[in-house]
């Protein structure tokens, strides 16, 4: 068990619904990553966000957010879903930013558009 | 930019016999190289990284890898493969000084019994 917690495991969704995917990071980590995985595109970095700001930003899409709230707890919001949205996201946590620290990946939240 | 290759889509190793995961990277300066593994329907979990130092680095579950500046290589290796070893890797390279975090595209080993 890593220590990051996803919710929901599990998620089935219409296109052009608005889904939104919760992590909880490790006790005590500031950085919190978001990720997408599908079988043709791999690991996909999504953002960063450290200590509420957001600090790096990868191949994420207009329709697609997050933010990071002052319990650290942060959440990823997908709108105006399409099918090729449909993959694994993952939520990863680390130590202090900028650093040689790590990442603890949670379970993932698997999304299938519909 | 920065870059990882993993040039093997899959590797296949019959049990007991070392194995060899490759990794080439591509940063602008020294970087911090990480080994994660995945099994299936699981997170990824880390198994070792380079900082400074020893270029062989020693991880979980029996890991090494060999950093190789002029090559611009770290390899994950291991001297005698398990059945359970069988999983998805991924190298990652990050920028010293930076925030972000490149994964290369996994390769699937095949532990043969």
């Known amino acids: 068990d890593s220590g990051v917690t996803q919710t929901p495991k599990h998620l089935i969704t219409a296109t052009g619904q608005r889904v939104t995917l919760r992590c909880s990071p490790r006790?005590?980590?500031?950085?919190v990553y978001w990720y997408q995985q599908s079988l043709d595109q791999g690991l996909q970095f999504l953002i960063q966000y450290y200590n509420g700001e957001e600090r790096a930003k990868g191949n994420i899409l207009e329709r697609f957010s997050a933010q990071q709230f002052p319990d650290l707890h942060s959440e990823l919001n997908l709108s105006s879903l399409e099918l090729g949205d449909s993959a694994l996201y993952f939520c990863?946590?680390?130590?202090?930013?900028?650093?040689?620290?790590?990442?603890?990946f949670g379970p993932g939240t698997r999304l299938t558009v519909l | 930019a920065q870059s990882v290759a993993q040039p093997e889509d899959q590797v296949n190793v019959a049990e007991g016999n070392p194995l060899t995961v490759k990794c080439t990277y591509s940063v602008s300066g020294n970087p911090y190289l990480f080994w994660y593994v995945q099994y299936p329907n699981r997170g990824l979990q880390f198994l070792l990284k380079?900082?400074?130092?020893?270029?062989l680095v020693k991880g979980s579950y029996g890991f090494e890898a060999e950093f190789n500046k002029s090559q611009t290589s770290f390899h994950l290796k291991k001297p005698s493969a398990l059945v359970s070893d069988s999983a998805l890797y991924f190298c990652?390279?990050?920028?010293?000084?930076?925030?972000?975090?490149?994964f290369g595209k996994g390769t699937r080993l095949h532990i043969l019994p």
């Open positions: 990652a390279v990050r920028d010293r000084g930076g925030d972000k975090i490149i």
């Open positions: 380079y900082i400074t130092g020893d270029n």
């Open positions: 006790s005590g980590d500031l950085s």
């Open positions: 990863a946590s680390s130590g202090k930013t900028g650093t040689y620290n790590e990442q603890f």
